[in-house]
């Protein structure tokens, strides 16, 4: 006998089940439902336990990135830069409630799941109908459901009256499901349990009573909410390679910095409170403190730009992951497709039709093969367009730029079929008085409706699944009137229809005697029908989506498709979208029989998959990310919620998605649209690039202030910069040239590379070289005039001077350079393609001539006056930095293509 969440009570009878839980039609008594509710508690989902909202906030701090720049403060405090410290402390603080506001929307997902439960419920007790609070239903309980009720708990139905639950936010089916009372397949999939009601779904038509099997966390729905309560949040890309990053570069800047000190006080002999200011001054010039800010600014600035391309950021670091990702694995239902049912095809006795135009609209031409209907063929046409009229309850008005249904979407799709066919619904509705009808309902499979024209004018109109239709029509509908029925024909039709995953029905009629005013089932058990038509409808890609998804794959991105619809419609899609293409398609009972180890060894070389469960998605997130992928996932439903979470960058649905998932999710689309995701991946990757190119630039300078100082040490030079004019130098290009970057624009072609690889360091060995490089014609610049000068007879502040701003000016040089990594800047775009370059060279020009003539500046820092002559020399210096490294990327472009051509790339 099976416990109450035993998930097999789809295979037994409703006479098992009631026994099983000691049950009747009835419902239970008091005294039951008491004894029971002990044993199983209320109907609610239980709340995980939580950590305090300051516990919450000081974790954030618990972060690589943070101890940098908290490092960086402490340093700057020391030597008494406030602005410096209370800057870093401010981006800190920034970060921290960034974090806490993220951990707490996280929260949230679970309160949303948690809110989908029903408030109340009708239910049997004591064989009398009665209205109480869903938490008081206990398994055994009798529940009345009716079209608009949210079903409360998971339920076994008993009596099922033309019964369609909305089922998408739980299982992905696009459509309402028909749900009956019979007992399915032990095996069968989440959405193919049609004998099954389940916790949070929405009762869109019909009637059925249900025997409550599994209530609170033993549900379905509570299953989902135990997974997501479960599933860590992976971090991200960009913040995994910034703690690698950070790590290394600490332990260089520590042995660096007590190098110096033991050469300078130990070799040198120099003063060792004058060495320990110096290792001090060196190590905030070597710390990037402004790489957070800079990270932050960057992402800020991504976030806008993605707002107005209708995708609303939740997490700052998902803008950049993006940008990283190798694999999107995308819902099907209204991300990829438009979610508006489409007839997309008519089949005829002797001809098949294909129908233009996509979703609601009623715009379209019908052709076959392209060529022009004769008047025959659009008198039958109208014909099938007045069965679609006349057996249908949707309705289609026009709302805003687009058009909205009220009723069923297949017949929607109908109505737009006899629109296209030229035919006016009130017109028709009006000549076709309808006398008597039988509406649809799952047990028969059909819609009958009795239609009355005027004299010799009377017939049934039926539309229904064509093999219900094919047993009472003996007739079909040619272009020279009716014919005997070809039955093996249009079941050849309809197979081959179907195979290309649309959905079918069939449309058929029969005159009548004018005096009939009623129909029954005997009208139709009697037959003598003739058939129609076959007309196929699918939910048609989106255009857009088709071109996004080519996008994809040209960069190198892998798109994957998940839906909880059958494996025929998944792969039609697919191969519209060109997804999967010659790839078989993974349904959900085969992927719940395979290990996980089994699962990473196929699952990148499948690309659709079918009838997916939460636990699917999760699993397939899973064995993606164990594959070293970054992993996008799309999703709408609760059941989607889980995967989002897990996923390195959740996408959910801003129009139909469920709070659930928007909250799980790092991204929400305003549109819903797959091709905001490919917009989304051009901009995540444009971040990245800014983010190397703000590193390349700000290595390198920092780079050549060390070299500068170390070298005087070890050859015993006088020091060319003081404590101070280290410290000065790393706030004037900090606060100033670095943050131009990023505002950089995307470079062309960024969408036809290959995603890097997600163990790639942030410091690739050429990024070494380059540092080292630039580091060392800065120090080269720097140190040789300051000595030259010195030789002349200069004073040591003139010197000083004139090496700092040579290494002020090399780094505004080197900020030109840095705008592209490979191509030359020394070209018109080059220069001024980046105003924001412009304007912080400009700014800082301004700080170093005050630096350099303002009393207090001179008095602060020992800085003197320069002559016209010696800003010459200083500019000399200083392009060394710019021509040195245009001419490395011009050897190394020309390596490149010389490499290219001995490959016969």
């Not at 097999?8 to 005294?31: F, V, Y």
């Not at 929607?412 to 035919?423: D, F, H, M």
């Not at 039988?438 to 093999?467: C, D, K, W, Y």
Request: charged fraction near 20%; aromatic fraction near 6%; include cysteine.
């Amino acid at each position: 006998m099976p416990a109450p969440h035993d998930p097999n009570w789809h295979e037994l009878p409703a006479s098992e089940c009631l026994q099983s839980l000691d049950s009747d039609r009835a419902g239970l008594c008091t005294e039951q439902v008491e004894l029971l509710r002990q044993r199983h508690g209320y109907n609610r989902l239980p709340e995980v336990a939580r950590h305090g909202p300051l516990l919450r906030f000081f974790m954030q701090f618990h972060n690589i990135l943070l101890y940098v720049m908290l490092g960086a403060a402490v340093v700057t405090a020391l030597l008494g830069h406030w602005v410096d410290t209370g800057v870093i402390f401010a981006a800190v603080l920034v970060n921290a409630i960034i974090g806490f506001i993220q951990e707490g929307k996280a929260q949230s997902a679970l309160d949303s799941i948690r809110n989908m439960l029903s408030t109340r419920a009708n239910v049997l007790r004591d064989g009398r109908r009665v209205e109480v609070d869903a938490s008081e239903l206990v398994p055994g309980d009798i529940v009345l459901l009716v079209s608009g009720d949210k079903v409360p708990a998971d339920l076994r139905l008993l009596d099922v009256r033309n019964l369609r639950v909305d089922e998408a936010a739980l299982t992905g089916e696009s459509l309402p499901m028909e749900k009956n009372e019979q007992a399915v397949a032990a095996d069968a999939a989440l959405g193919d349990r049609y004998c099954m009601a389940w916790s949070g779904t929405l009762v869109v038509y019909g009637q059925a009573s249900g025997l409550v099997v599994a209530t609170g966390a033993q549900t379905e729905l509570g299953k989902i909410n135990s997974m997501l309560a479960r599933v860590q949040a992976i971090s991200t890309p960009l913040l995994r390679q910034i703690d690698r990053f950070g790590r290394g570069l600490a332990m260089v800047i520590l042995a660096m910095v007590a190098a110096t000190f033991a050469l300078g006080t130990l070799w040198r002999g120099h003063d060792p409170g004058e060495m320990f200011m110096m290792a001090v001054a060196l190590t905030a010039s070597a710390i990037p403190e402004g790489l957070p800010a800079i990270m932050t600014v960057m992402l800020a600035l991504g976030v806008q730009r993605m707002a107005r391309r209708h995708a609303i950021i939740r997490r700052l670091p998902a803008v950049e992951t993006l940008g990283s990702v190798t694999v999107i694995c995308s819902d099907k239902t209204g991300t990829l497709t438009r979610n508006e049912m489409t007839v997309q095809r008519v089949i005829c006795a002797d001809a098949r039709y294909q129908v233009g135009g996509v979703g609601y609209a009623p715009e379209g031409e019908i052709s076959r093969d392209g060529a022009k209907l004769s008047p025959e063929e659009r008198q039958r046409l109208q014909l099938i367009g007045h069965a679609c009229l006349l057996c249908n309850d949707a309705r289609i008005q026009p709302e805003g730029q687009g058009w909205r249904i009220e009723g069923d979407p297949t017949e929607a799709a109908l109505l737009v079929l006899a629109a296209k066919n030229r035919l006016e619904s009130e017109q028709v509705l009006s000549t076709w008085t309808c006398r008597d009808s039988i509406p649809f309902e799952s047990e028969h499979r059909f819609r009958a409706s009795l239609n009355h024209a005027g004299p010799g004018q009377t017939s049934i109109f039926m539309v229904g699944a064509p093999e219900r239709l094919l047993e009472i029509c003996d007739h079909q509908l040619g272009l020279d009137g009716e014919q005997p029925l070809d039955p093996d024909y249009w079941r050849r039709m309809a197979t081959d229809t179907a195979a290309q995953g649309l959905r079918l029905l069939a449309l058929a009629r029969r005159r009548v005697d004018d005096s009939q005013q009623l129909l029954g089932f005997e009208d139709i058990d009697q037959g003598g029908f003739s058939l129609l038509a076959l007309v196929g409808m699918i939910d048609p890609p989106r255009e857009e989506a088709i071109a996004a998804v080519a996008e994809c794959h040209d960069a190198g991105i892998r798109v994957k498709m998940i839906t909880g619809d059958h494996a025929d419609t998944a792969r039609a899609i697919g191969a519209e979208l060109g997804i999967g293409v010659g790839r078989p398609a993974l349904t959900g009972a085969e992927l719940a029989l395979m290990s996980d180890e089994a699962l990473r060894q196929v699952v990148m070389d499948i690309d659709v998959f079918a009838r997916a469960s939460p636990e699917h998605k999760l699993r397939l997130v899973q064995a993606m990310q164990a594959c070293g992928q970054v992993v996008a996932m799309t999703g709408d439903g609760v059941n989607d919620a889980p995967a989002l979470k897990r996923a390195d960058v959740g996408v959910a649905m801003g129009l139909k998605g469920t709070e659930a998932a928007k909250e799980s999710a790092d991204v929400v689309l305003v549109d819903d649209n797959f091709a905001t995701i490919g917009n989304a991946v051009r901009e995540g990757r444009a971040i990245y690039d800014n983010l190397k190119k703000f590193i390349l630039f700000m290595l390198p300078t920092n780079g050549g202030e060390a070299l500068i100082v170390i070298s005087a040490i070890l050859f015993q030079f006088a020091l060319p910069l003081t404590p101070a004019q280290v410290l000065w130098i790393n706030m004037v290009t900090s606060c100033t040239l670095g943050m131009a970057l990023a505002a950089e624009p995307t470079e062309r072609g960024i969408m036809r590379r290959p995603p890097r690889p997600p163990s790639e360091p942030l410091l690739s060995g050429f990024f070494v070289w380059r540092v080292v490089l630039v580091s060392v014609l800065m120090m080269t610049g720097a140190l040789g005039l300051f000595l030259w000068e010195l030789e002349q007879g200069a004073s040591l502040e003139t010197a000083r001077t004139m090496a700092v701003n040579t290494v002020v000016m090399a780094e505004m040089f080197y900020l030109l350079s840095s705008r592209h990594i490979h191509d030359s800047v020394l070209t018109r775009e080059g220069l001024l393609g980046n105003p924001w370059i412009l304007l912080t060279i400009a700014a800082c020009a301004v700080l170093q001539l005050l630096y350099t003539y303002t009393a207090p500046m001179q008095n602060l820092f020992g800085a003197a006056a320069l002559s016209a002559d010696d800003w010459l020399k200083v500019c000399a210096a200083a392009l060394l930095v710019l021509l040195g490294s245009e001419l490395e990327k011009w050897l190394l472009r020309l390596h490149m293509r010389r490499r290219g051509k001995a490959t016969g790339r």
